[in-house]
């Protein structure tokens, strides 16, 4: 008989073509996120939730014991925590918010500590032994046997709902021989999920189900997604540490701006795990290395161009001080208040510290009048704020990244009609796409394997200009500047590039 030691987060899906990525991540992903904020229910259809338990005790091996004997007899997907305290009111806080992530938590480990909590929750929580462990879950497996992309019909929303209701969401857990690394976990508290916003943890589910499948496909990492229920700093820094010891890094997902600067800070200075938020520095090091692979297509020098942004949330302060770090000197940020400048009285923080390095001419016009003489055009903001003639405003050979999800600032195709040289979107249904996703995978698994406790800005650069590299001169090209999500090389160069010297 197998003895299992291990458990880990797998995909429930293959993806191996730009389209499967499309129905399984973006675009396509945001159609769930939709109906689970219509319908806080339908959180049960389009994710794993009917299936996803939580198994919470104060030895992380217990858990996963727990765990493995729940998938291996009742097919249940159980995932194992840790929790470093054993105080009540640090439990029900625990359990109140997670509560998003599953449809059942399971705390027979630690039955005496918890007899008497009283959990204001809206699923299933065993305190102790029961005589039928499934119905007490009421738990649900859904399995897709011999699936086939091509008998999904309709737009890629309405295929990604599809795929969903019919497996159930797109991760499970799997039983292993071998004793596993403890999972990465994604955590987000769903206040700025891709381009919809602050839909709240249980909708942004499906986006972290999604990022799981990624890590396990593109880069054999086990990435365990963890949808919490507050949205306060303090609160979701406390969380973290208190289940830190049940993961081997965290990815922090969709928490917005300015908020996420904090929570990544103080978690760097406190946990003992390595941090990584990925909307920001992802985000950073894909965008660093799609500019340098345009700039050099365009025979231009980055030191020497100017370069405007839409957008100066934690994304758009993150790529520009990352690409200020690879040599660029003149940058103007611009927001929905227009141009970003110094003692303007509507900057948060984060806004003050970066015109310390940006329009060091206090420019304080409007995107329109910004973007004029500009090289490169970076969109990190909202759907359709750029028109043909913003574009033809622009310099000789313009570089237009529209990277607003799912709808970017332009249309690609757009932006190439009016006089783009090089045009760029988060989108894989366009040439250039520029997602996160050729990042994290590689640079997690990097990570894990040389044991690195903090993610510096010299580790984020090595990544970037790793990635620019792979795509050769001989195969640079307007519609080519970045290798596809889904090449083989991408995980494995950026794995062996983080500790470059």
């Known amino acids: 008989m197998v003895k299992y030691n291990g458990i880990k987060i797998v995909s429930k899906v293959k993806v191996s073509t730009k389209e499967e990525l499309a129905v399984v991540y973006t675009p396509g992903v945001a159609a769930s996120c939709l109906k689970i904020q219509e319908d806080n229910d339908k959180s049960f259809v389009y994710t794993n939730r009917e299936n996803s338990v939580a198994v919470l005790s104060f030895e992380y091996d217990r858990s996963v014991e727990r765990a493995i004997f729940l998938k291996n007899t009742l097919n249940i997907d159980a995932y194992p925590f840790e929790i470093s305290s054993k105080l009540p009111d640090k439990i029900k806080f625990i359990v109140e918010n997670i509560e998003p992530s599953f449809g059942a938590v399971d705390l027979s480990l630690i039955e005496n500590d918890v007899k008497n909590i009283d959990f204001n929750v809206n699923i299933p929580v065993l305190k102790g032994k029961t005589d039928n462990l499934k119905e007490f879950f009421l738990c649900v497996s859904k399995n897709l046997f011999m699936f086939n992309y091509n008998s999904l019909q309709g737009n890629t929303g309405e295929k990604s709902l599809q795929l969903r209701e019919m497996a159930g969401g797109v991760i499970e857990t799997g039983l ?293 590299s792979i795509v050769k001169d001989s195969e640079l090209s307007v519609d080519y500047i970045l290798p596809d999500a889904l090449d083989e090389r991408v995980s494995s160069v950026i794995s062996e590039n983080v500790l470059v010297d």
Not at 200 to 223: R, W
Not at 236 to 241: D, G, S, V
Not at 285 to 295: C, D, R
Not at 337 to 365: C, M, P, Q, S
Request: proline share 4%; with cysteine.
């Open 176 to 468: 292993t021989e071998d004793v596993q690394k403890k999972p990465v976990g994604i955590i987000s508290d769903g206040s700025a999920v891709l381009g919809l916003g602050d839909i709240g943890g249980l909708a942004g589910m499906p986006v972290m189900e999604g990022k799981a499948v990624l890590f396990q496909e593109l880069g054999g990492v086990s990435a365990m997604p963890l949808c919490i229920k507050t949205q306060i700093s303090d609160e979701i820094i406390e969380l973290i540490l208190l289940l830190q010891n049940s993961f081997s890094g965290i990815n922090l997902e969709d928490i917005k701006a300015p908020k996420c600067f904090e929570v990544e800070s103080k978690l760097i200075e406190k946990a003992d795990i390595p941090i990584f938020h990925d909307d920001q520095h992802g985000t950073a090091i894909v965008v660093l290395a799609a500019l340098l692979n345009a700039v050099h297509l365009a025979e231009k020098n980055i030191e020497n161009i100017k370069i405007v942004f839409s957008g100066a949330g934690a994304a758009a302060i993150a790529v520009c001080k990352l690409i200020l770090a690879s040599g660029a000197k003149n940058i103007i940020m611009f927001d929905k208040d227009g141009a970003v400048y110094k003692g303007r009285k509507n900057n948060n923080f984060a806004h003050d510290e970066i015109t310390d390095y940006t329009n060091l001419n206090n420019f304080k016009g409007d995107l329109r009048e910004g973007i004029k003489n500009a090289d490169v055009f970076i969109g990190l903001s909202a759907p359709n704020l750029v028109d043909e003639e913003m574009i033809k405003s622009m310099n000789n050979k313009p570089i237009v990244f529209a990277l607003a999800n799912p709808v970017p600032e332009i249309m690609p195709d757009k932006a190439k009609e009016y006089g783009a040289f090089i045009s760029a979107s988060g989108r894989s249904d366009f040439p250039n796409q520029i997602n996160n996703s050729l990042v994290f995978p590689g640079l997690f698994n990097g990570i894990l394997k040389y044991n690195i406790k903090t993610i510096t800005n010299k580790i984020k650069l090595n990544c970037a200009f790793a990635l620019a």
